[in-house]
């Protein structure tokens, strides 16, 4: 098993490019609200975009012992241009994760296995047992590796991205196939 995590929300500007974006006061108070959902003692992976190890620090924190976060670029978000701030970003992003390739953004399938290979890396720090691996990473990078993992259909790629929130947690367990949203009301998603 596996959690993945979408960042909280960062605060946004055009003077400053979306990598160097922290959280917003609202970000890391739902950060911290994530503790619980979170396994105790879990080893904790991020992009190194401060949005996302941010969004982890209060994990880190929690417990007897403090756990660092170790930084994994494959966790980072797509590699695009920077945003243009103009209308539509949302539509573009909705079809990106869908499969259609802009010219300048990294090729899906790239993000795909770069993050499979982080996911890889961390499985394999972990050791296979203990309370596991959290990942927090980037709604697009997500959807990208669902997707090419078969745990979300390319026809709901769109509408998965655009149902995350910020944050979000996902449980993945990639020998059964299937994810949950760590929430109560939620069902696994069966692929």
């Known amino acids: 098993m596996i959690r993945l995590v979408r960042h909280a929300p960062p605060a946004a500007t055009p003077d400053a490019p979306a990598p160097s974006w922290p959280l917003t006061p609202e970000g890391r108070a739902l950060a911290a609200a994530l503790v619980p959902a979170l396994p105790a003692g879990a080893l904790l ?89 959290v990942v927090a990473s980037h709604g697009m990078a997500i959807t990208c590796w669902l997707v090419s993992r078969g745990l979300v259909a390319a026809a709901d790629a769109a509408e998965f991205w655009s149902t995350l929130r910020q944050p979000d947690v996902l449980t993945v367990d990639l020998g059964a196939g299937t994810w949950r949203r760590d929430e109560p009301s939620t069902q696994d998603q069966d692929v």
């Open 45 to 133: 992976f991020s992009s190194p975009e401060p949005k996302a190890w941010q969004t982890l620090e209060p994990a880190a924190a929690a417990g007897p012992v403090p756990r660092p976060v170790v930084h994994d670029a494959r966790f980072g978000e797509v590699r695009r241009p920077a945003d243009t701030w103009a209308g539509g970003w949302r539509a573009e992003r909705q079809a990106y994760v869908a499969g259609t390739p802009y010219p300048g953004w990294e090729p899906q399938a790239d993000v795909a296995a770069r993050f499979d290979a982080g996911v890889t890396a961390a499985l394999a720090a972990a050791g296979g047992s203990g309370p596991g691996v």
